[in-house]
């Protein structure tokens, strides 16, 4: 068997994607190990998962340093650190460099159906503009807000009676699920980018 696939999760807040992926991990089967969580800031739940499950972590915030470049620098010193396979933002509220993206293949997850609703308010533009179906979407993190080639997309059915907070609740657990999926046949399977089109198989090791 491989060894399991090294990934380093990054995380600003409550971290439930985060613990969805510690989960699967306790399977070895699964095929990948967190080996470090990441984060932005202090004090968050996604810290506090990582700890309980014996996981390091570390935290580069911004305000600590005299300029972005070098809060980039030392995001991407650190990371380099636990020598990651795959970098997963998951809920990560900062851009990352194109030196940090050049150096680790980075994906995220978007509460929306990219190409729409991209930026920070995914749920409540989908809500405010009216869309019956929106959902979560998994791509490789590039130089843009939510652009990068898209892995993998989960649909979520607006309810009429949605507000912001139960809308984003059912795209989160859709997420959860197709976050786990895919970063796990990716760990097994592998992963070929190329130009749009991201595969996942045999055939894209
Ligand atoms: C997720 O919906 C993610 O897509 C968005 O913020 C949420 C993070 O949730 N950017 P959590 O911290 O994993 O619970």
């Keep these: 068997m491989h060894q399991p696939t090294r990934l380093v999760v990054l995380v600003s807040g409550s971290g439930t994607n985060l613990q969805a992926l510690?989960?699967?991990?306790?399977?070895?089967?699964?095929g990948a190990r967190v080996v470090a969580v990441g984060a932005d800031r202090e004090d968050i739940e996604g810290l506090a998962r990582?700890?309980?499950a014996g996981i390091p972590t570390f935290v580069r915030q911004v305000s600590d340093f005299e300029t972005r470049e070098g809060w980039d620098a030392s995001l991407t010193t650190v990371v380099e650190r636990f020598e990651p396979d795959l970098v997963v933002s998951a809920g990560f509220m900062k851009l990352l460099s194109t030196e940090f993206l050049d150096r680790f293949l980075t994906l995220n997850t978007h509460p929306a159906l990219c190409p729409a609703f991209p930026g920070m308010h995914g749920p409540r533009d989908a809500l405010e503009h009216g869309v019956k179906v929106t959902g979560a979407t998994l791509f490789v993190v590039d130089a843009g807000v939510d652009t990068g080639p898209?892995?993998?997309?989960?649909?979520?059915?607006?309810?009429?009676?949605?507000?912001?907070?139960s809308l984003h609740e059912r795209i989160?657990?859709?997420?959860?699920?197709?976050?786990v999926d895919a970063v796990g046949r990716?760990?097994?399977e592998g992963i070929a980018v190329e130009g749009r089109r991201v595969r996942i198989g045999a055939a894209a090791r």
């Design 186 to 188: 990716i760990a097994r």
């Design 22 to 30: 510690l989960d699967a991990c306790a399977d070895p089967s699964y």
């Design 50 to 52: 990582a700890e309980r």
């Design 150 to 165: 898209i892995v993998a997309q989960v649909p979520v059915v607006v309810a009429e009676d949605d507000d912001v907070a």
């Design 172 to 179: 989160k657990t859709a997420e959860r699920a197709m976050l």
